[in-house]
């Protein structure tokens, strides 16, 4: 079947303003942490230059700070000096050579600032002097000059997008920034012609979308991105993102609909809902929005497959789809789902962890499942080896699957040998958590890599480097994963003790009162948490962290938190387990040494992390063999490391 | 040679005392509760008697309500080999407190009985020289040193103007001061190993005594707030603030 008759609305081409976008694939704006010094570099050139190789309709622009007081982090893009504008015409040229539209977003967080670059507090500046939660600000209201100022410097950023060859400017009114705090009457306490009023609060957009017109007139299309809801108590709710809309729409060529506010923790999830929402799962509302209007749409949020995407603009939820981490995690995806080869696209799992976890800690962009993602410098193309050569890859976790597909493809003769029944490692676990069954994702999309790249896979055959450089291997790669650590205990009774994970092989899960003692901060303890407690159990989360799932990308920690409250587990932090007798399970206090005793325990369930499989004395009877060890075997840490440590073994071959 | 130790729950030193608003007493709602300072040194010195090797036993007795067997366990963490509570709801005086001692130590035989000097809620100070005075037993109070000598104890005590050395025939009656010693905390691993440790439970009717008040709760103040200071700028203006403001002086 053809692209036409599979996907007839996606690859339909659809008109915003002046431009033609090819499809109704759009690259959402998301800051990648790839720019250094607020300027556009060659990592985020090739980086969307990869999307608009395979067939973005349109890319939408990482946020552009308009004024100095945009700095919501230390590494945003900088769009308030005419000296941005060669770097922004570079990607307008990467971009449009493969025939994707590039748009860029205009951007003022008002009180919503993360952090700096000196680590020092900026001045926020916000409607009124109404204090943000989650990042603990406390924001000065603008003076009336002060608004005037913001205003002018949209407008002269879209002059200066224009002037790069940038075909359209989203103003970032979503998610609690500036132009939502001057809509929000929680937080716009002003009694000026800026407050009060709906017709007040919505001036200050008006400004600025009408100075934006001024400067670039129709030759640019003008799109909005506003939340249809905030979801949260603080926030604003589908009535006013409606009434905006109406009022705005004839000085508007579309609207980018998203849901929430970076403004508290529950409000911020829907910036990039996590893997526990279902696809498209605003569609409900755009369809709402879509009937009270007659502006082009794009719709935005775990739409994560071709097929999804199809359906939204089918049913008329909306004209367009944001498909941000889909492409993240597979730039290739619209080539793939044209030429009819949906199988082959590699699906995002919604983990966030290497996509907005990585922003959130101030690195680069990339994909657990794709670490070229972001690194399109240095694995744009996997290449082939000079010499082809025969790879044994020994395990077949995540590790070792993208080492032996990577091995394949770069022209090596690959056989994956897993002792198992199956592939996948630990995320066959991961997948069996609350919420978490999509990781299991990670195992059919590398299985299905492994099957193009013909790598040979033989399980339920355990082999040592030895016996297979013997048999004529010329590289073998470790890839044999962790076993379960338990720390050390005292143990003075008959208290049953668990590992986390041989609970989710299918054992009888306890039941009681359970304390499960988790120093990972990852997705066990808290998943295994949930999962007792859903069972019934009465259930003590003793965390050796500040808080729980300490180590989760905050969207994916402060959702599961939320459901852990709700169903009355109970949580300890600063947690070290000592010991445990009959009933009772004893801990110290980390910060201080007192001591903090759980008492009426009948279960205690460890989530303390792996130790590698193979030891120190391993390394050294292999040290004339041509091994390399990647993932778990060599230091326990997250799917992410594996991968990529797979990724970077099979580089070197 | 066996020690009695006494020990009494008693709201945590570190915490602020609130009165009731009705004023009828110290309102103990989830307040947080502690062994009483005194006592810890009591058991230090207990312990410490024991690992000299001068005592083979050391039981913890405590008179109180249920939740008093927190105190018990401490006591038992802290080196205690047993314990004995005496469980009563009432509040207890230290009258119906010595004679629920005074019948364990005729059960018990020890040869030394440690007190607290005074409990740090009601700051009695009656409880040891009652004991001593139903048992008939030498006392030595407010002990900053103690030292057992065959069938003797040298016991210094911390009087008004110096210390004063008393020396008793064993079985005596000891009440511990401030520096007689630094109580240890208790660890981790005592405080699991407590908790195998026997704990009886016995009420004042077990033992014969009687433990109804002989004196009743009238009202209970919080200290009334301290004024603010001022300055006087003479010697005369002092002396006439002294004699005709504060009257302390005439
Ligand atoms: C790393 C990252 C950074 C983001 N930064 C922005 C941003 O700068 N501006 C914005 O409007 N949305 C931002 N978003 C939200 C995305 O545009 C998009 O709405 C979100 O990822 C949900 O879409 P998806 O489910 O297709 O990924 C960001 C998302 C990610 C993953
Ligand atoms: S890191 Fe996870 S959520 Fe982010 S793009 Fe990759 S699979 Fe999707």
């Keep these: 079947m053809s692209a036409q008759e599979l996907f007839p609305n996606l690859f339909s081409p ?7 976008i090819p499809n109704r694939i759009v690259f959402t704006g998301h800051d990648t942490c790839l720019p250094e010094d607020g300027i556009v570099n060659d990592a985020l050139v090739a980086y969307l230059e990869k999307r608009a190789r395979h067939g973005t309709g349109l890319i939408v622009l990482q946020v552009s700070g308009v004024h100095e007081s945009a700095r919501y982090t230390s590494h945003l893009l900088m769009a308030n000096d005419d000296a941005c504008i060669p770097g922004y015409r570079r990607l307008a040229e990467a971009c449009g050579q493969h025939g994707s539209v590039l748009f860029a977003q205009l951007f003022h967080p008002g009180r919503e600032i993360m952090e700096s670059s000196d680590g020092l507090r900026p001045v926020a500046y916000s409607a009124s002097g109404v204090p943000q939660e989650r990042f603990g600000v406390m924001p000065r209201g603008l003076s009336r000059a002060g608004i005037h100022e913001i205003v002018e410097s949209f407008a002269a950023a879209a002059r200066r997008m224009c002037l790069a060859g940038i075909q359209g400017v989203e103003i970032l009114a979503s998610h609690g920034y500036l132009p939502a705090q001057f809509l929000n009457p929680q937080v716009n306490r002003r009694d000026d012609e800026y407050g009060g009023s ?15 017109r001024r400067e670039v007139g129709d030759r640019m299309a003008v799109g909005l991105r506003l939340s249809c809801d905030e979801r949260d108590e603080q926030g604003m709710g589908q009535d006013i993102a409606i009434e905006t809309l109406r009022h705005l729409e004839s000085r508007l060529d579309y609207a980018s609909v998203v849901a929430g506010t970076s403004a508290t923790l529950g409000g911020s999830v829907h910036i990039v809902p996590p893997m526990s929402y279902e696809s498209a799962y605003l569609s409900k509302e755009s369809h709402s929005l879509r009937s009270d209007l007659s502006l082009p749409l794009i719709l935005t949020g775990r739409i994560n497959q071709p097929h999804e995407a199809e359906e939204v603009i089918r049913s008329g939820a909306a004209d367009l789809c944001g498909m941000t981490r889909a492409l993240i995690c597979d730039p290739a995806m619209p080539a793939k789902a044209r030429r009819n080869d949906a199988d082959g696209i590699r699906a995002c799992i919604g983990c ?4 907005i976890g990585h922003f959130h800690r101030g690195i680069p962009i990339s994909c657990i499942q ?12 996997l290449g082939r080896a000079e010499i082809s050569r025969r790879v044994a890859v020994i395990g077949g976790g995540p590790a070792g699957m993208k080492a032996a597909m990577v091995a394949a493809a770069r022209g090596h003769e690959v056989t994956l040998f897993e002792a198992g029944r199956r592939l996948g490692g630990q ?14 994702g990670l195992i059919t999309n590398l299985m299905e890599e492994l099957k193009r790249a013909e790598v040979e896979v033989a399980t339920q055959r355990h082999v040592t480097p030895q016996a297979l450089v013997a048999e004529g291997f010329e590289r073998v790669i470790v890839a044999t994963g962790a076993r379960p650590y338990t720390p050390p205990l005292e143990l003075l009774g008959e208290l049953p003790v668990s590992q986390a994970v041989a609970l989710l092989d299918g054992a009888s899960l306890p039941g009681g009162h359970v304390v499960i003692y ?9 998943g295994v948490a949930e999962l007792l407690a859903r069972e019934g159990a009465r259930v003590t989360l003793a965390v050796n962290g500040l808080h729980p ?3 989760l990308q905050s969207y994916v920690r402060d959702s599961t938190v939320a459901r852990l409250h709700d169903l009355g587990v109970r949580v300890m932090t600063y947690a070290r387990v000592f010991g445990a007798d009959d009933d009772s399970v004893y801990f110290y206090h980390t910060g201080g040494a007192e001591p903090m005793v759980v008492e009426g325990v009948d279960h205690l369930v460890l989530s303390c992390g792996g130790e590698p499989v193979v030891s120190p004395e391993d390394e050294d009877r292999w040290a004339t063999l041509p091994v390399t060890l990647v993932g778990d075997c060599l230091a326990p840490r997250t799917a992410e490391e594996a991968v990529y440590d797979g990724l ?6 | 040679m066996k020690i009695l130790v006494a020990v009494k729950r008693v709201i945590d030193y570190n915490v602020k005392i609130r009165v009731k608003p009705d004023h009828s007493d110290v309102d103990l709602t989830n307040v947080k509760m502690a062994m009483n300072p005194f006592c810890e040194i009591a058991v230090e010195e207990a312990v410490r008697l024991k690992e000299k090797g001068v005592a083979t036993e050391v039981v913890a007795v405590t008179v109180g309500p249920k939740a008093a067997q927190e105190q018990l366990r401490t006591a038992l963490a802290l080196g205690a080999d047993r314990a004995i509570h005496v469980e009563s709801d009432e509040r207890v005086e230290s009258l119906g407190a010595a004679k629920a001692l005074a019948k364990l130590v005729e059960e018990e035989q020890p040869g030394l009985v440690i007190l607290g000097k005074q409990a740090i809620d009601t700051d009695n100070n009656q409880t040891g020289q009652m004991l001593a005075a139903l048992t008939g037993l030498p006392q030595g109070t407010f002990a900053s040193e103690v030292a057992v000598d065959g069938d003797k104890v040298q016991v210094t005590r911390e009087i008004d103007g110096g210390l004063q050395t008393v020396e008793l025939s064993l079985p005596a009656i000891v009440t511990t001061d401030l520096r007689l010693n630094e109580p240890r905390y208790a660890k981790l691993p005592d405080i699991m190993k407590a908790k195998k440790k026997p704990l009886d439970v016995k009420s004042p009717a077990d033992l014969g005594v009687e433990m109804a008040t002989r004196t009743k709760l009238l009202k209970v103040e919080p200290p009334a707030e301290r004024q603010g200071g001022i300055k006087v700028g003479s010697v005369d203006e002092l002396v006439d603030k002294l004699k005709n403001e504060a009257k302390v002086i005439s």
């Design chain 1, 14 to 20: 659809f008109r915003i303003g002046p431009c033609t």
């Design chain 1, 198 to 212: 709906f017709a007040n609060r919505v001036r200050f957009l008006e400004e600025v979308l009408d100075a934006i």
């Design chain 1, 518 to 526: 988790d120093t990972q901060g990852d997705w066990v303890g808290v």
């Design chain 1, 352 to 355: 966030n962890q290497a996509c």
């Design chain 1, 648 to 653: 970077k073994a099979a580089m070197a071959i």
């Design chain 1, 549 to 551: 799932g300490e180590s």
């Design chain 1, 370 to 381: 794709y670490p070229e993602s972001g690194r399109e410098l240095l694995y744009d193309d």
């Design chain 1, 427 to 440: 995320a066959n676990q991961a997948q069996l958590l609350p919420g978490r069954s999509e990781f299991g």
